[in-house]
Structures are given as C-alpha cells and as structure tokens.
C-alpha cells in the first residue's frame, strides 16, 4: 500500500511540473505558443521557444535546458496534439524532434593477456589459492 501511495505521490508531483511546463506565464509553452493554431506548430516553434527559454535562463546566471528536460517539453506538446487529433482539432500528428542524451562512454574493466603481467592469470592463481586455503581449514 505504501508504494501505491509513494507511486500517486511521484505522479502528483510530476503532474505538477507537467502543468507549468505548459502552462507558466513566463516559462510555458502555451506563453510560447498558444497564440499559433494548433495545426500550424511545428518544430521550427519548438526550436525557437527552447532558444528564447535557455537566453532566459542564461540571462538569469542558470543553466540552459538540458536534452532530457527539452524532452520532457516535447512529449507534453505531443499529448495536447494526440489530444488535438481525438478532438479532430488536428489532421495528424506531426513528427517532433527527440534531443539525444550524451552518455559518456564508460566500458567495463577488463583483464589483460599479454605475457608480461597477465591479471587474469593472476586472478585464477589468487582464487586457486583461496579455495586451497578454505579446503585446508576444513
């Protein structure tokens, strides 16, 4: 029950944000973009409102949007347009951009082989040892 209750919670509070991400007088895109007709916004609109949003926040000493909080904006904006589109508001829905994540490539340790200093050598060596050590004290 209580992760039910952590779960409404987190939804509650990421509601919230969903709502003035769209709906801020100073921050949202309805402030941005809610004059144009639903039909006519495209991603030359989006690039624009996330341009004036990190001149904004640069001109206040913040940091720009990052690609997974532009993201967040794109998948509110394609709500209201499938939303739009049950209403026959809209045709279809149009195709918006997805900002990619940088993921700093971080590969998993390994071994090496080379006959010098072979670790993985070494590695069975210590756990061979271990094992005979453990068979020995019993």
Not at 19 to 41: E, N, P, Q, T, Y
Not at 115 to 131: A, H, Q
Request: glycine residues 4%.
């Amino acid at each position: 029950l209580k992760s039910v209750e952590d779960t409404r919670s987190r939804n509650e509070a990421s509601m919230k944000i969903d709502c003035i991400r769209l709906l801020s007088k100073d921050s949202g895109l309805c402030s941005f973009i809610g004059h144009l007709d639903i039909s006519k916004i495209t991603n030359d609109h989006l690039t624009q409102f996330f341009k004036k949003r990190d001149q904004d926040l640069i001109k206040d000493k913040k940091t720009p949007l990052g690609n997974n909080t532009k993201n967040k904006y794109v998948s509110i904006l394609k709500s209201l347009m499938k939303f739009a589109l049950i209403e026959n508001g809209i045709q279809r829905v149009p195709e918006f951009i997805t900002y990619k994540n940088h993921v700093k490539d971080n590969p998993r340790p390994s071994f090496t082989f080379d006959t010098k200093n072979d670790e993985y050598k070494k590695l069975l060596k210590g756990i061979r040892s271990s094992i005979k050590s453990l068979n020995n004290t019993k």
